[in-house]
Nanobody
Framework: QVQLVESGGGLVQPGGSLSLSCAVS????????MGWYRQAPGKQRELVAE???????NYADSVKGRFTVSRDNAKNTVYLQMNRLNTEDTAVYYC???????????????WGRGTQVTVSS
């Protein structure tokens, strides 16, 4: 069993900051990429940012320069620091990790349940 538990999120005013974290626990052999996706009402889920096991990062154009993704491999945790938030950042944010659970090859996507981020004055 693998669990991804997100924390953080909430309500913030435009221009403000929030920090999300996601801890992975359970039967884990290794974790490849970890990242964050978001889904706004009426829209498809989209990639926000991801980080590989080696520390390489990838960001959506809309968040470049404002968001920072990082991970702590010792804690199996991924973070998302969000600065200069605007109303278009309002969405449910989901954590995703690509996890290998055993000695056999093959890794699979695991998702958290999501946390709401609302940017509003």
């Amino acid at each position: 069993q693998v669990q991804l538990v997100e924390s953080g999120g909430g309500l913030v005013q435009p221009g403000g900051s929030l920090s999300l974290s996601c801890a992975v626990s359970g039967s884990i052999f290794s974790i490849n990429a970890m990242g964050w996706y978001r889904q706004a009402p009426g829209k498809q889920r989209e990639l926000v940012a991801e980080v590989t096991s080696g520390g390489d990062t990838n960001y959506a154009d809309s968040v470049k320069g404002r968001f920072t993704v990082s991970r702590d491999n010792a804690k199996n945790t991924v973070y998302l620091q969000m600065n200069r938030l605007n109303t278009e950042d309002t969405a449910v944010y989901y954590c995703k990790a690509v996890i290998r659970t055993g000695v056999l090859p093959g890794a699979f996507d695991y998702w958290g349940r999501g946390t709401q981020v609302t940017v509003s004055s």
